[in-house]
């Protein structure tokens, strides 16, 4: 006979689909108003001057213009200084 006998059940398989996170939209590249700028999971980056934050903390483009990133240092409630990573269009 050819078959199986006793063929076990795997427990490999349980992979969870990809989020596609990430910088969609460069530093110097144009945005449109509305356009996703970063697709992220906490704040890493903060929204600037035309940027708001999503439901899901996504960073989107308010008007139409220029991406930019920058750095600024921001005091924290504890009294830490951090660098924080901003993203604006202009």
């Known amino acids: 006979m050819a078959h199986r006998k006793a063929?076990?059940?795997?427990?490999?398989?349980?992979?969870?689909?990809?989020?596609?996170?990430?910088?969609?939209?460069?530093?110097?590249?144009k945005a449109k108003a509305g356009a996703i700028i970063i697709k992220q999971r906490g704040t890493k980056f903060r929204a600037g001057e035309n940027v708001k934050r999503a439901k899901d903390d996504s960073l989107f483009a308010l008007k139409e213009g220029t991406v930019e990133f920058h750095d600024k240092r921001v005091t924290k409630y504890d009294g830490n200084v951090i660098r924080a990573k901003y993203v604006r269009v202009v």
């Open 7 to 29: 063929g076990g059940s795997t427990q490999l398989g349980r992979d969870s689909n990809p989020k596609y996170l990430g910088v969609k939209i460069a530093g110097g590249a």
